[in-house]
């Protein structure tokens, strides 16, 4: 069986991904260090199969990081670990490059020196997996997308870190040849999002009568890809992505931010109906933007599809109602996860 070190697999991304991988039946040593964004709750129902290993820790210590390559010799590592949010990335940058961009590297050197270790087939198999941001490539205007050669404008500490983290990890392959893969990917939403992020706040505010707000004028423009097709597109490039190569995985859905809470209000008036039958959308609420707001986002996914094989499979229509429904069935997790470290405040305002 397949062995596969999964850093941050107690998040949103990452832990969607575990169970991905547990579908396909590989052994999972789940790393993460259970910062806010990282809890138990979220993979409750993992902790019983025999092929997930949960650790907590960080991905900078680097004695429990060569201690965790030596026993359980993975032939895989894929880097989720990331601080992630914009909007706590301005309150508090600092936390955002000891994570992103020490822990990277530190991750990076120790799987390096595994990896130098292993026979010659073991090296050639060898894969090292960076997860990254499509925020790396910094704002677009009306028109255009992002692709593998658009030059990095990272415009939030947080994007910023990231763009260090990616760079890092072109460095380890073209200085040691270590077999090192990334991606850059656009907006998710679907399942076991942390309720700060705009989709599940959303349909949590909306549930409570409580405004929905909107930064600036609601025109800033995402590209929305389903989290299932996200894990699909990883696995897809961890198996046969070429080392040293950036895969962009975007799903094909531009839409402005607006345009995201008008979907979600109408399909909450058809799930959950205000008694008064008032629609969700008169919650409303525009607010100042967030300093150094990016206009759009928009990938140029054509590589993966053409290379690889890859593309996404759910609508935003579809994709977006199973989200609505994922979160009306599991209030209690939303609940859990967000006691201690959020209550639906505004974050960000620089």
């Not at 950036?246 to 531009?254: F, I, K, L, M, Q």
Request: glycine content about 8%; overall charge negative; aromatic content about 10%.
């Amino acid at each position: 069986m397949q062995t596969i070190i999964v850093t941050g697999g107690a998040g949103f991304i990452g832990s969607n991904f575990v169970r991905f991988l547990l579908e396909q039946n590989v052994r999972v040593i789940n790393l993460d260090l259970l910062t806010y964004a990282g809890n138990l709750a979220t993979i409750s129902d993992l902790m019983d199969n025999e092929h997930h290993v949960f650790v907590e820790g960080d991905i900078g210590d680097e004695a429990l990081i060569k201690s965790l390559l030596s026993e359980h010799q993975p032939q895989a590592i894929v880097n989720f670990a990331a601080e992630s949010h914009v909007d706590r990335s301005i309150d508090g940058p600092m936390a955002f490059i000891q994570t992103n961009v020490a822990g990277t590297a530190n991750m990076l050197q120790c799987s390096r020196e595994y990896w130098s270790g292993l026979d010659a087939d073991r090296q050639m198999a060898f894969r090292f997996l960076h997860v990254s941001t499509d925020e790396v490539y910094g704002s677009l205007g009306s028109e255009g997308l992002f692709t593998e050669e658009t030059p990095y404008a990272p415009n939030s500490p947080y994007s910023a870190s990231k763009a260090a983290s990616d760079h890092l990890a072109r460095a380890w392959f073209h200085t040691y040849g270590m077999p090192v893969l990334t991606t850059n990917c656009s907006n998710n939403y679907g399942p076991w999002q942390f309720p700060e992020k705009l989709i599940p706040l959303m349909i949590l505010n909306a549930l409570e009568g409580k405004p929905l707000p909107i930064y600036g004028d609601g025109g800033n423009v995402r590209d929305w890809l389903y989290v299932v097709d996200h894990c699909a597109a990883i696995w897809r490039v961890l198996q046969a992505g070429k080392p040293g190569e950036v895969y962009n995985v975007g799903g094909n859905c531009e839409l402005t931010n607006l345009q995201v809470v008008d979907a979600l209000c109408s399909i909450m008036d058809e799930l959950f109906p205000d008694a008064a039958h008032i629609p969700h959308k008169s919650l409303k609420l525009f607010v100042k933007d967030r300093p150094g707001h990016d206009l759009r986002y928009a990938i140029d996914a054509s590589k993966l599809k053409r290379e690889l094989a890859w593309e996404p499979q759910a609508t935003f229509e579809t994709g977006l109602k199973e989200t609505v429904l994922w979160y009306l069935d599991h209030l209690d997790w939303c609940r859990e996860v967000a006691a201690e470290s959020y209550q639906g405040e505004r974050l960000g305002t620089g």
